[in-house]
């Protein structure tokens, strides 16, 4: 196999990785908008709450008016 042969098969093989690239993404996408883990999902999204609620104080510092904290 010469390097002639090589850059004769380099476009069928960018399309093969571009094809199965897209499949990739749009499985994953399917996996991640899945109805069977959006309940999941939820529940993790509003873990980061639930301990702050749980333990009745607040994790972060005192901020002031602008967003900063104080010291």
């Not at 309940?39 to 008016?65: H, K, L, M, V």
Request: no cysteine; hydrophobic share 40%.
């Amino acid at each position: 196999m010469d390097i002639s042969t090589l850059e004769a098969l380099k476009p069928t093989l960018i399309s093969y990785q571009t094809l199965t690239l897209l499949v990739l993404f749009i499985g994953i996408v399917w996996w991640a908008y899945g109805k069977r883990r959006k309940d999941s999902f939820d529940a993790i999204a509003s873990s980061i709450f639930d301990e702050d609620e749980a333990n009745g104080t607040s994790s972060g510092t005192e901020q002031d008016r602008a967003g900063a904290n104080k010291k």
